[in-house]
């Protein structure tokens, strides 16, 4: 009796190839709007530059920006998440050890949380930046709150460097 216990136990874990799949089609719906986004970004580019269109601004044209890179760092975080699960709880990935690229390699928990983190951070300094450059400081009290921000993101930056390298 325990003997089947443990192999249903051991077997459930593989229910986590549910949530792989939906991470890696979330992901990949991810890349596809920031492929949109791109080509929303060329058009505003071509509308700005060459047609000279009241409708588009040069601040317009950076928030698009930042949207982009946040579209595909939410795309990297689901990769990198489905790829920690099935490692993780699934089986090792064969492919993945051939590659010089470390980022899909994880044999930890922690690994796992590290990778995340690193990247969550970045998209978190994405928002903060993409706020700021909304922002229209009308006093000089307001400059030194952007300027507190700036210094306190940076580091940020700084503390969670990998000191190893």
Do not use: N
Not at 102 to 125: N, P, T, W, Y
């Amino acid at each position: 009796m325990e003997k089947l216990f443990e192999e249903i136990l051991w077997k459930s874990r593989l229910i986590l190839i549910v949530a792989v799949i939906c991470c890696v089609v979330t992901a990949a719906s991810f890349v596809i709007l920031g492929v949109f986004e791109v080509i929303h970004l060329i058009e505003g580019l071509f509308s700005y530059l060459v047609m000279h269109s009241e409708d588009v601004s040069r601040d317009s044209l950076v928030l698009t920006v930042i949207e982009i890179l946040d579209t595909f760092l939410i795309s990297s975080i689901l990769f990198i998440f489905s790829f920690g699960l099935y490692e993780l709880f699934i089986s090792p990935i064969e492919s993945s050890r051939e590659l010089t690229s470390q980022a899909f390699q994880i044999k930890s928990i922690e690994e796992l949380k590290a990778k995340l983190g690193k990247v969550i951070v970045m998209l978190l300094v994405i928002k903060v930046f993409a706020h700021l450059v909304e922002l229209k400081p009308s006093s000089m009290l307001e400059m030194l709150y952007l300027a507190i921000i700036v210094l306190l993101v940076s580091i940020s930056l700084w503390l969670g460097h990998d000191k190893s390298h």
